[in-house]
């Protein structure tokens, strides 16, 4: 059974620098296409970002040039790193996989962004 669990969010200004961690257990994420959720206060849920198993990546437009998506294999883990922050980044942030479905899903990590 694949397991997800994120951590490294927190509470920053805008123009900081986070990096979100998905640790992932019962598979290989070189393996795995994964991807990253955000789900603002009050909103619906949103495609950040995703990763094939050939390192493909895609972004949501309200987050390219600013987000990278990564997987390290070493240590089984996904990233989000995200750069120039914005008020509007305000969110919890989800990791799941797999690309066709979307059916496993980590708890969640809780990103604020002041102005």
């Known amino acids: 059974e694949v397991q997800l669990v994120e951590s490294g969010g927190g509470s920053v200004q805008a123009g900081g620098s986070l990096r979100l961690s998905c640790a992932v257990s019962g598979s290989a994420v070189g393996w795995m296409c994964l991807g990253w959720f955000r789900q603002p206060p009050g909103k619906e849920r949103e495609e950040v970002a995703t990763?094939?198993?050939?390192?493909?990546?895609t972004y949501a437009d309200s987050v390219k040039g600013r987000f990278t998506i990564s997987k390290d294999n070493a240590k089984n883990t996904l990233y989000l790193q995200m750069d120039s922050l914005k008020p509007e980044d305000t969110a919890t942030y989800y990791c799941?996989?797999?690309?066709?479905?979307?059916?496993?899903w980590g708890q969640g990590t809780q990103v604020t962004i002041s102005s």
């Open positions: 799941a996989t797999p690309c066709d479905s979307w059916h496993t």
């Open positions: 990763i094939t198993t050939e390192d493909y990546t």
